[in-house]
């Protein structure tokens, strides 16, 4: 087990609505990336938080938002949801946004859009 | 743009039998390159890294990747496989992030290892 927590782990929601996925980094972590992993497909990077701000964002429209903590633990939010939303969210820390750090990732949030 | 290919969908082996998960980069510059495996229903385990060094790189549970610059490949290898290796493989690049100073891993398609008993 890497340390890594992310809670809910599955959840369904509908089209329209709003969810928060929320994310423990491991002890001393002080940067949290999330992504997205569609059925079949390999994760792509949504964005990454380091002391409390983002750091860097992937393709993702601006309805994917997120938050850092002082603890560093975060949290991602996606509003208005789509069918196509539906997917595996991971969420990875690391000692540091960093070339050489490595990320630990946390065991996934199951969302079903209905 | 920085990526990664895993040509194969799917791999099957025998039990006992050498094991290969195919993966080729497309990278300007010095790749980091990763490789990290999935069981059902779980997040994702790191394997192994290359940084640098060492052609050969180690890594957990007998796994071991052999990283080759003029062919662009990275591919993940054990010498002898066993039924619990049976879960998708992903081969993934370390890359930065546009306008930012942070990096992230991008990852192929994955590759599904079955081993049949």
């Known amino acids: 087990e890497t340390g890594v927590t992310q809670s809910p782990t599955h959840l369904i929601k509908t089209r329209g609505q709003q969810v928060t996925l929320r994310c423990s980094s491991q002890?001393?972590?002080?940067?949290v990336s999330w992504y997205q992993q569609a059925l079949g497909q390999g994760p792509q990077f949504i964005f990454q938080?380091?002391?409390?701000?983002?750091?860097g964002r992937g393709n993702f429209p601006p309805r994917f938002s997120g938050l850092q903590f002082p603890n560093y633990s975060s949290e991602l939010n996606v509003n208005a949801l789509e069918l196509d939303d539906s997917a595996l969210y991971l969420c990875?820390?690391?000692?540091?946004?960093?070339?050489?750090?490595?990320?630990?990732f946390g065991q996934g949030t199951r969302l079903t859009v209905v | 743009a920085q990526s990664v290919a895993q040509p194969e969908d799917q791999v099957n082996v025998a039990e006992g039998n050498p094991l290969t998960v195919k993966c080729t980069y497309s990278?300007?510059?010095?790749?980091?390159l990763f490789w990290y495996v999935q069981y059902p229903n779980r997040g994702l385990q790191f394997l192994l890294k290359?940084?640098?060094?060492?052609?050969l790189v180690k890594g957990s549970y007998g796994f071991e990747a052999e990283f080759n610059k003029s062919q662009t490949s990275f591919h993940l290898k054990k010498p002898s496989a066993l039924v619990s290796d049976s879960a998708l493989y992903f081969c993934?690049?370390?890359?930065?992030?546009?306008?930012?100073?942070?990096?992230?891993?991008?990852f192929g398609k994955g590759t599904k290892l079955s081993v049949i008993p």
């Open positions: 990875a820390s690391s000692l540091g946004p960093g070339m050489n750090t490595e990320a630990f």
């Open positions: 002890s001393g972590h002080n940067t």
């Open positions: 938080y380091y002391r409390e701000e983002e750091n």
């Open positions: 990278v300007s510059g010095n790749p980091y």
């Open positions: 290359y940084i640098t060094g060492d052609n």
């Open positions: 993934a690049v370390r890359v930065r992030v546009i306008g930012a100073g942070s990096y992230q891993l991008t």
